[in-house]
């Protein structure tokens, strides 16, 4: 089985800044896409922002320019570094990842427990 942990949440004030970290472990053969999405109360979880194995990148319109999502493929992590946070960023960050797991010899999809991001105005 795999594990995602994400850490890196909390309250901060308008215009501050958070870094979420997540770390994969468990029978991981290989890691394709990671991905970090947030669901704000009463809407549908949104996708943020995409690495792939390679560090291509993708970002939500409403983030780019204020997140950058990175990843350290020895270490299994992927990291959203976020910056001019606004209360419109509140919301529970998850992670995801597209791992060949070991176990099952398959690619299955895996997702973090959520961390939760609040910004005070």
């Known amino acids: 089985q795999v594990q995602l942990v994400e850490s890196g949440g909390g309250l901060v004030q308008t215009g501050g800044s958070l870094r979420l970290s997540c770390a994969a472990s468990?029978?991981?053969?290989?890691?394709?896409?990671m991905r970090w999405f947030r669901q704000a109360p009463g809407m549908q979880r949104e996708l943020v922002a995409a690495i792939s194995s390679g560090g291509s990148t993708n970002y939500a319109d409403s983030v780019k320019g204020r997140f950058t999502i990175s990843r350290d493929n020895t270490k299994n992590t992927v990291y959203l570094q976020m910056h001019s946070l606004s209360p419109e960023d509140t919301a529970v960050y998850y992670c995801?990842?597209?791992?060949?797991?070991?176990?099952?010899?398959?690619?299955?999809?895996?997702w973090g427990q959520g961390t939760q991001v609040t910004v005070s105005s």
């Open positions: 468990g029978s991981i053969g290989r890691i394709n896409d």
């Open positions: 995801y990842a597209g791992v060949f797991d070991l176990r099952y010899s398959a690619f299955r999809n895996y």
